[in-house]
């Protein structure tokens, strides 16, 4: 790779990693380009960035953004996944988690969101969490139930008098019978 190259290439990253709202660093090696090229397809499918890092790039085009916490964990065979938007987050945990669970060779390392330092457990834990739509319908839910039993209770006292008057209709209704025969 030419300088002007290396120069294009962190210049294309610093601008990815500005203002990134969660990234995710995971060793990938031993792990075959089928491996790499379905984790891949999976994340870009969903919105998405994957790429396999090259350190020094990486370590110069990390300087002055978000991600710089991150700097000590470029070693070695590593490659990152990030999203900008707060929807693609879980989807970026759920598959990064799965993938890892797949593949043993494919280790989380650690990663940022919303500029704080992510642990691997989180990442689980995160990839666990409901969708947002998911979460959205549970609390309408939640705040329909009391006017739900409200609007119940208030029928109730109609409704059972509509029973009584209903029940005192058939029993004359029952008692005039016998006598008209």
Do not use: C
Not at 3 to 11: G, I, L, P
Not at 150 to 156: D, P, R
Request: charged share 25%; aromatic share 6%.
């Amino acid at each position: 790779m030419t300088r002007e190259e290396k120069e294009k290439q962190v210049a294309w990253l610093r601008e990815q990693f500005q203002g990134v709202r969660a990234l995710y660093l995971a060793e990938n090696q031993g792990l075959t380009v089928s491996q790499m090229n379905a984790v891949r397809s999976e994340l870009r499918s969903r919105g998405v960035s994957f790429k396999v890092l090259k350190n020094t790039l990486v370590r110069l085009a990390y300087k002055g953004t978000d991600v710089a916490v991150l700097e000590q964990d470029v070693a070695g065979p590593r490659a990152a996944a990030w999203t900008h938007t707060d929807e693609n987050v879980r989807v970026m945990a759920k598959v990064l988690v799965d993938f890892a669970k797949a593949n043993p060779k494919f280790r989380l390392v650690r990663g940022i969101l919303n500029g704080k330092i992510v642990q691997p457990q989180e990442l689980d834990v995160l990839s666990k969490l409901p969708s947002r739509e998911e979460l959205l319908a549970r609390l309408l839910g939640t705040m329909k139930a009391p006017v739900n039993a409200f609007v119940n209770v208030l029928a109730a006292v109609p409704r059972s008098f509509l029973y009584a008057l209903k029940a005192i209709e058939e029993q004359k209704g029952a008692a005039a019978e016998p006598a008209s025969d």
